[in-house]
């Protein structure tokens, strides 16, 4: 606290990400990356970018790539929204889009970027509790609500919300904004983006950093509405013109044209995740059903938190949440086999 802080800095509790360790040697299964690097056609793109252009300002509006993008998905370039990475994207969701008198309404267990979002821009939320077996019944959310945003698959659980039942959602929800997040929908689930067609209040954001193997690059999209997207587009442009700098535009080019490589790098962790599962339920672990790159993972004879420090002790790391209903879990992200088979030999050790 210092007295220069305005009041609201103050009061914030920002969201703290996965570490991000120097150690190559370490086995690193916390943030949810991509095992292996980018198609080789984004480097390629990145290297063709010249002096000239990187001189100048980049295309404010990302013309190229949201074009790109609208073609792919069947929809007009005014139905595209980019920024700088999917969190900067959803910040500029909250602010423009969920922020009603009634409350915001999100799962009880879900990414936890949300409830900062809300504090910073003074949004009403309330948690909708997940069923017992971390489900979202789309009934739970039959109440007052000014706007709901749910990721699919959902994070940190990684279970997946069918097509039909993000249909029920909306139907029953047609004057609140529906925000789906998927962040990891790549990984196997279906996207919502076709019921673009049938609902204006639907808006769904994705992003290059999980599939396209683009964390570091920094690039995510929201399609919706055109009357949803001006919205950010308003807000985006009281914020900062230039959220994509050329390297970032040419490069999510390149990774969207590479379509087959795309579909094999995550054909292989889906792979890796289906036999890390049953590795981890040979061990004795209750393993939630995961359409995404990473699994939830709990030990009934050994608590979550001391598994997860021990594995920190052999170079593995994990995520652990101390929060209600998941702390005695682990979220592990799908790497390599040879990833998946250390942190099984470090979890071995551990449970013998
Ligand atoms: C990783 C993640 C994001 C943010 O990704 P960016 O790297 O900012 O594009 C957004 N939502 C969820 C649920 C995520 O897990």
Redesign the pocket.
Known sequence: MSRFWSDIVGRLTPYVPGEQPRLDRLVKLNT?EHPYPPSPAVLEAIAGVTGDELRRYPDPESSALKQALAQRHGLEPAQVFLGN??????AHVFQALLRHEDPLLFPDVT?S?YPVWCELYGIPWRAVPLRADFAIEPLDYDARAGAIIL?NPN?PTGRLLSVDAMRRLLQRNPDAVVVI?E??IDFGGASAVPLLAEFDNLLV?Q????SRSL?GL???MAMGSAALIEALERVKNSFNSYPLGVLAQRAALAALEDEPYFLEANRRVIASRERLVAALRLQGFEVLPSAANFVMASHPNRRAQELFTGLREQGVIVRYFSAPRIANYLRITVGTDQQCDALLAALAQLLA
């Open positions: 949810n990475g999917s969190d900067e994207v959803l990414y970027f990721p994070a997040d962040a990891y954001v992003t290059l950093s999980k964390a920094r690039v995510g």
